[in-house]
């Protein structure tokens, strides 16, 4: 199971947390992505960490304000988030797989396993 956290209402220029929490399975040995679905539109590939090397990825629109870490001792996944942009505002998701390659990370369709989402709004 992966469980997201960390997300909440923000002013634009703010700065989240988001946390992926593993349960079942240790994370050393997925590459883990996040995601997130903004209402009426499709899901989105945010950022990847990798599980061979821990390289990672970021889509375009978050390069540079948005970081993605892990830290195998708590099974956990963090993207940290700064610089937030009311456009940001969506569910975010995290996903894991023990597959990932770079040239899929940012397709849902490459991930097995799936989290429930947490709410990120930016507003003033």
């Known amino acids: 199971q992966l469980q997201a956290s960390g997300g909440g209402l923000v002013q634009p220029g703010g700065s989240l947390r988001l946390s992926c929490v593993a349960s079942g399975f240790s994370m050393d040995y997925y590459g883990i992505g996040w995601f997130h679905q903004a209402p009426g539109k499709e899901r989105v590939g945010i950022s990847c960490?990798?599980?061979?090397?821990?390289?990672?990825w970021f889509t375009d629109s978050v390069k540079g304000r948005f970081t993605i870490s892990r830290d195998n001792a708590k099974n956990t996944v963090y993207l940290q988030m700064n610089s937030l942009k009311p456009e940001d505002t969506a569910v975010y998701y995290c996903?894991?797989?023990?597959?990932?390659?770079?040239?899929?990370?940012?397709?849902?369709?490459?991930?097995?396993?799936w989290g429930q989402g947490t709410q990120v709004t930016v507003s003033s």
């Open positions: 996903a894991a797989d023990n597959t990932l390659i770079r040239s899929s990370w940012a397709q849902s369709s490459a991930y097995d396993y």
């Open positions: 960490i990798s599980h061979s090397d821990n390289s990672t």
